[in-house]
C-alpha cells in the first residue's frame, strides 16, 4: 500500500503520496501536529523532532506530496508565496544577476526591485517570447532566470524548455513560477527548469481560506540549500495550513479540470462581445501562443484578462459583477475579479504597465467551478453596464 510505485495518475498520487494512513490509529488523513515542540527522552536522544521550526511531520507529509506532483525530488514550504520567493533568492550572493520575465505579479518586482536590490542583487527584465533577448540579456554573472508562465496577468508563455536551455548553457538556474497552471496542467521540471514556486495560497489550497507557498526542485545539491534556508531563515508555513493543503490537493486534479472548462467557456462568450476590446486566454486559438500551451502544458487553466477600454468601464463591470466577487487572489472555487493596476500590479511603474498592457481598463477574472450558465449570466449583465 506504502510502495509509490502503484501510483501513477496524478489524481493518485495527489491523494496517497504523503497521505498514508497514520501508523499508530490508521487515519486516513494525516494528523494536524500543532505543537511547537517535541519531548527528548535524554540529551542527545530524541526520536527525530526536535523543534517546530525544522521538522513538523504534517508539513512533511505536504512536502512529500507536492514534490510528487511536479515530479521533484524535494519541496519546501513556506509561510506565503512571497516567503517562498524571498527564500529561494538567499540561494544567490551579492553581486549576482537574475534575468526575469518583464511581465509578472506586481508583488514579485516590488521584492526584488524594492528590497534585494540593497542586497546587492541585480535584476533585469525582459521579454520572454523573444528568445534572441533572452540570449542577448544574459550576462557573465546573470546566476538565475525566473520567470512565470501563464504570467499574471497578461497570460504571456515562456518556451520552457527552450529558455531552460538557454539558462543552462550559462550555468545558471531556471525557476519557474506554475501557480497560475498548477501542477495538474503543467510540469516545469519536465522540461528542464530547476525549480518550481508556487504560492500554495492559490489553486493548490484552492479555497481561499490560506495563505502559503512552497518550493519544489529535482536537483540534491539546490534541495540541501533549501532545506538549510528553510531552516536558518524560518520563514515556514504553521501545521494548519499544511493540513489545509493536503485535503485540498486531493481534490485538484478535478478541481482544475472544472476550473479550465469555465474558463473556456467565459473566454470563448468574452472573445465575441463587441464590449470586450481584446482577450488573454491561452485556450483560445486567437492567443498568439495557444500552439505553445497546447506543446506544453496539458490544460489552459482557469485565469483569463480582459480589456474593457477604460477605467470607467472597468469600474461599472467591477460594481456590476455579482456572483464574481471583486477581490485581490485567484484559484479558489469561487469566481473573483480583479483591477491589477489598483489591486495586484500598483507597485509597477505606469509606463511599464502601460507597455505591458496592464492598463486601467483591464480586469483580471480567476474562474471558479460554479455553474457555467449562473457565471456567463454574470458577465453578460456586467458586460451590459459597461
Known amino acids: 500500500m506504502n510502495d509509490p510505485k502503484i501510483y501513477t495518475g496524478f489524481a493518485t498520487k495527489a491523494i496517497h503520496i504523503g497521505q498514508e494512513p497514520e501508523a499508530t490509529t490508521g487515519a486516513v488523513t494525516v494528523p494536524l501536529f500543532q505543537t511547537s515542540t517535541y519531548a527528548q527522552e535524554e540529551i542527545g536522544k530524541h526520536k527525530g523532532f526536535e523543534y517546530a521550526r ?60 524594492k528590497i534585494l536590490t540593497r542586497f546587492g542583487i541585480t535584476f533585469s527584465y525582459v521579454n520572454m517570447t523573444d528568445l534572441n533577448s533572452v540570449k542577448s540579456a544574459m550576462q557573465p554573472n546573470t546566476k538565475m532566470i525566473y520567470t512565470e508562465s501563464p504570467t499574471n496577468p497578461m497570460m504571456t508563455l515562456t518556451d520552457l524548455a527552450a529558455v531552460a536551455e538557454i539558462a543552462h548553457s550559462h550555468n545558471a538556474m531556471m525557476v519557474v513560477d506554475n501557480t497560475f497552471a498548477s501542477p495538474y496542467f503543467q510540469q516545469p521540471l519536465a522540461l528542464g527548469a530547476d525549480i518550481v514556486i508556487h504560492s500554495a495560497t492559490k489553486y493548490l489550497g ?27 531563515a524560518g520563514a515556514v508555513p504553521g501545521p494548519f495550513e499544511c493540513w489545509l493543503l493536503l485535503r ?9 479540470k472544472q476550473h479550465e472548462k469555465n474558463a473556456l467557456a467565459v473566454a470563448r462568450y468574452c472573445e465575441n462581445h463587441p464590449k470586450v476590446q481584446k482577450i488573454f486566454y491561452p485556450g483560445l486559438e486567437s492567443h498568439p501562443q495557444h500552439e505553445l500551451a497546447k506543446r506544453q502544458m496539458k490544460g489552459f487553466g482557469g485565469m483569463i484578462s480582459i480589456e474593457l477600454g477604460s477605467l470607467e468601464n472597468a469600474k461599472n463591470f467591477a460594481k456590476a459583477i455579482r456572483i464574481f466577487t471583486l477581490a485581490e487572489s485567484l484559484g479558489g472555487v469561487e469566481s473573483l475579479v480583479c483591477h491589477p493596476v489598483s ?30 450558465e449562473d457565471l456567463l449570466a454574470d458577465i453578460e449583465q456586467a458586460l451590459d453596464k459597461v
Open 248 to 256: 485540498s490537493t486531493k481534490t485538484l486534479a478535478v478541481r482544475m
Open 206 to 232: 484552492g479555497h481561499s481560506d490560506l495563505v502559503s507557498g512552497i518550493v519544489t526542485t529535482n536537483h540534491q545539491d539546490i534541495a540541501d540549500q533549501l532545506k538549510f534556508i528553510q531552516n536558518a
Open 343 to 372: 489591486m495586484t500590479h500598483g507597485s509597477i511603474p505606469k509606463e511599464k504597465r502601460d507597455q505591458l498592457g496592464v492598463t486601467d481598463g483591464l480586469v483580471r477574472l480567476s474562474c471558479g467551478i460554479e455553474d457555467i
Open 54 to 113: 525544522t521538522h513538523n511531520p504534517t508539513r512533511f507529509a505536504w512536502e512529500k506530496n507536492l514534490a510528487a506532483l511536479e515530479g521533484g525530488i524535494a519541496a519546501f514550504a513556506f509561510g506565503s508565496g512571497l516567503a517562498a520567493e524571498d527564500s529561494l533568492m538567499k540561494l544567490l550572493s551579492s553581486g549576482d544577476h537574475v534575468l526575469c520575465a518583464e511581465d509578472m505579479y506586481g508583488g514579485t518586482f516590488r521584492l526584488f526591485d
